[in-house]
């Protein structure tokens, strides 16, 4: 399966199946999409069950929307409140309780999908090669295009230059060198 088909087609009811394994999360967390690296990782039986292929494809899709979310909300400010209004995507914290305030870095999505929980040491090079072919193009083009049909003065290439940047060196190595 190609990612941009995955992205398009099931990613959105996949992420509603991680949501649903889980009981709801603390009382702050109401009226905002959340999401944490314990929804993701071994103590989620939904994502946990399902075949390897599929968990690196969520996590990318995963990596793509809570990373696009973050790059609009620290260099698009003034674009923020129409880009969340617009998507809706899932705010990507920490894990309660303590952290949950707090956002990270999308780049731990891949070795917590990997690994199943946060203090692993990555992803190894073979997992990349179930990845399809498809995904850096796929992300450039899906970022680009809402930037330029939702986000009008907002220069897309400036947009993915600031989400490019962000891309894991280990992840951009490894899923480079498994082609």
């Known amino acids: 399966m190609q ?43 939904i994502v946990h069950a399902w075949p390897e292929e599929r968990r690196l494809l969520f996590a990318a899709s995963l990596f793509l929307t809570t990373l ?25 914290c920490g ?12 780049g731990a999505i891949f070795q917590i999908i990997a690994t199943g929980n946060s203090r692993g040491k990555g992803i190894a090079k073979e997992h ?12 450039k083009q899906e970022v680009c295009d809402f930037v330029t049909k939702y986000l009008p003065g907002t220069d897309p290439v400036e ?4 989400c490019d940047a962000e891309i894991p060196l280990d992840f951009r190595l490894q899923y480079m060198t498994s082609r």
């Open 68 to 92: 696009a979310d973050q790059v609009c909300f620290t260099h698009f400010r003034d674009q923020y409140a129409a880009f969340s209004e617009l998507t809706r995507y899932p705010k990507w």
């Open 159 to 162: 947009f993915w230059n600031h």
């Open 128 to 139: 990349f090669a179930l990845l399809p072919n498809d995904i850096l193009s796929t992300m």
């Open 95 to 106: 894990d309660c309780p303590g952290a949950c305030r707090y956002h990270i870095h999308p």
């Open 3 to 45: 990612f941009s088909e995955y992205y398009n087609h099931e990613f959105r009811a996949d992420l509603a199946k991680a949501y649903a394994a889980l009981p709801p999360m603390h009382e702050h967390s109401k009226g905002v999409a959340m999401i944490q690296p314990r929804m993701i990782g071994h103590d989620n039986p």
